[in-house]
Every structure is written in C-alpha cells, then in structure tokens.
C-alpha cells in the first residue's frame, strides 16, 4: 500500500503563486509514476502533470503548460507541484496519486484510472 497526504493548498489571487507538496510513505519504491490531478465543483477530474521514478520525462495538461512544475525529492520520497500565473479556472481540490505499473505509453499517465493511490485532496482556491 502506498499513503498519500497532500497540503499547502489556499486561498490566493490570480497571478500568484502556491507549491503544493505531496508526502508519500509505504511501498512508493514499487510504484512507476506519480501524478497531480484536480476536480472543480460540478466538473470531471482531469489530469495536471506527472512524472516517472524512473526518469526525467514530465507530463503535463496543456492549460498547465508553461504555468505549472512538477518536481520530486527521491530522498523524502515527496512530490511537489509549483503553481505559477493562477487563474480563476485553476480553482479545484488537487489529488496527489501514485501509479504501480508501468505504462506503454504517454497517454496513460494522464488518464486516472490508470493509477493506484490517491490522497485526500487540498482545496487551491484562486480569486479573480
């Protein structure tokens, strides 16, 4: 099993800044991938950005792109999301997950299901 918390998300304006951190623990050394998700009031969750242990290669949802960095420390075995530029839109609970088997192409990594483990969620609120 794999546990997941996420925290430093919040209130803040359009243009600012938030870098949410993600601790894993338990089996994290089995698990291939690790990604961010979020899901607005009344919408589908939807894939933001990730990463696989094994590599450098990130991934990333196009409205991200540019705005957004995802980074890891092995050492911690946490992840971490930058959020640069937020816009109102942004706006969502974002999900810390982990996936356990590898994947045989991009495609996969951004799709949910695909992974294994989630964490409760943290509440980044952007006001215009």
């Known amino acids: ?14 243009g600012g800044s938030l870098r949410l951190s993600c601790a894993a623990s338990g089996r994290t050394f089995s698990s291939d991938a690790m990604g961010w998700f979020r899901q ?53 609970v974002y999900y810390c997950a982990a996936k356990s088997r590898m994947a045989p192409n991009f495609y996969y990594y951004t799709v949910g299901a695909q992974y294994d483990f989630w964490g409760p969620g943290t509440q980044v609120t952007v006001s215009s």
């Open 40 to 92: 607005a009031p009344g919408k589908e969750r939807e894939f933001v950005a990730a990463f696989r242990w094994s590599g450098e290669r990130t991934y990333y949802a196009d409205s991200v792109k540019g705005r957004f960095t995802i980074s890891r420390d092995n050492a911690k075995i946490m992840v971490f999301l930058q959020m640069n530029s937020l816009k109102a839109e942004d706006t969502a």
């Open 1 to 14: 099993q794999v546990q997941l918390v996420e925290s430093g998300g919040g209130l803040v304006q359009a």
